[in-house]
T-cell receptor
Framework: GAGVSQSPSNKVTEKGKDVELRCDPI?????LYWYRQSLGQGLEFLIY????????KSGLPSDRFSAERTGGSVSTLTIQRTQQEDSAVYLC???????????FGPGTRLTVL | AQRVTQPEKLLSVFKGAPVELKCNYS??????LFWYVQYSRQRLQLLLR??SRESIKGFTADLNKGETSFHLKKPFAQEEDSAMYYC?????????????FGQGTELSVKP
């Protein structure tokens, strides 16, 4: 079946602009995660959704970052007033439920000029 | 504090040589440990997890709670093993399913 998909695959934006990154998890997966992969910081957890529970936002680096998950499926990560340090690959993963294997998407490469 | 440490950024070996990628962790509680691999131009994927105790593609990893280590080993490296390897920890004490990753080790297997 189809794996986790993300769009766009690449995004170039100017400093100060807002961006939206999209994640389509595997159908039936109730848990969804966002991670960030950057040269200086490696792979960092950002946010986690599980079913209808309140999301775990403990990894979001600043209040410019937010995410939502509509209808328990598609998720959007929004970065407001982008900064150059936001440049990274943003990865989405989903799992059947918490503690099951996480399947990763191909990532969105964000470049902030 | 939860932390995963992979001390080697790059590990280079010749084909047929044994390989060991080191991973140490810090966690107060019961963790689950994983190794993820990312081949060139492919997405991150699970290689193996401690709880399943499997050998995948000839790789094994043993959890040593005394040394808080989860090193990845393979007796005879192959060129197709060249990739980026990440050790990761998942807390099992109501931490949700988030993964804490090490910085990664790039394995290069030379012919």
């Amino acid at each position: 079946g189809a794996g986790v998909s993300q769009s766009p695959s690449n995004k170039v934006t100017e400093k100060g602009k807002d961006v939206e990154l999209r994640c389509d998890p595997i159908s039936g997966h109730t848990a969804l995660y966002w991670y960030r992969q950057s040269l200086g910081q490696g792979l960092e957890f950002l946010i986690y959704f599980q079913g209808n529970s309140a999301p775990d936002k403990s990894g979001l680096p600043s209040d410019r970052f937010s995410a939502e998950r509509t209808g328990g499926s598609v998720s959007t990560l929004t970065i407001q007033r982008t900064q150059q340090e936001d440049s990274a690959v943003y990865l989405c993963a989903s799992s059947f439920t918490t503690y099951n294997e996480q399947f990763f998407g191909p990532g969105t490469r964000l470049t902030v000029l | 504090a939860q932390r995963v440490t992979q001390p080697e950024k790059l590990l280079s070996v010749f084909k047929g040589a044994p390989v060991e990628l080191k991973c140490n962790y810090s966690y107060s509680g019961s963790p689950e440990l994983f190794w993820y691999v990312q081949y060139s131009r492919q997405r991150l994927q699970l290689l193996l997890r401690h709880i399943s105790r499997e050998s995948i593609k000839g790789f094994t990893a043993d959890l040593n709670k005394g040394e808080t280590s989860f090193h990845l080993k393979k007796p005879f490296a192959q060129e197709e093993d060249s990739a980026m390897y990440y050790c990761a920890l998942q807390g099992l004490n109501n931490q949700g399913g988030k993964l804490i990753f090490g910085q990664g080790t790039e394995l290069s297997v030379k012919p």
